[in-house]
């Protein structure tokens, strides 16, 4: 079993950066696969990227390619989430999850942290 805590969230302006970190507590971090997905109110939680166990896979989703960059420390047993150019359209709760494969399905990710709040101001 994996318990998953993220922070890193914060308020940044349009434009700004943040960089999201979930840690893992469990000693078999290294072999799940890692997403982080988002969420607005009364929306559902979506797909924002995803890495493979040994980092040799990432997957994003398009609203965010060439401005978020997902990576992991196994040694550390985090996983992070770098955010450059930050839109209005990005703020949300934040969260990392974790699954036996890498995926950009939610309903395969088993263990899931208890979220971040992003807010982008304009």
């Known amino acids: 079993q994996v318990q998953l805590v993220e922070s890193g969230g914060g308020l940044v302006q349009t434009g700004g950066s943040l960089r999201l970190s979930c840690a893992a507590t469990?000693?078999?971090?290294?072999?799940?696969?890692m997403g982080w997905f988002c969420q607005v109110p009364g929306k559902e939680r979506t797909f924002v990227a995803a890495?493979?166990?040994?980092?040799?896979?990432?997957y994003y989703a398009d609203s965010v390619k060439g401005r978020f960059t997902i990576s992991r420390d196994n040694a550390k047993n985090t996983v992070y989430l770098q955010m450059h150019s930050l839109k209005p359209v990005d703020p949300a709760v934040y969260y990392c999850?974790?699954?036996?494969?890498?995926?950009?399905?939610?309903?395969?990710?088993?263990?899931w942290g208890q979220g971040t709040q992003v807010t982008v101001s304009s």
């Open positions: 999850a974790a699954s036996q494969s890498v995926s950009m399905a939610t309903s395969l990710y088993h263990y």
């Open positions: 469990g000693r078999t971090f290294s072999s799940y696969a």
């Open positions: 890495i493979s166990s040994r980092s040799t896979r990432t």
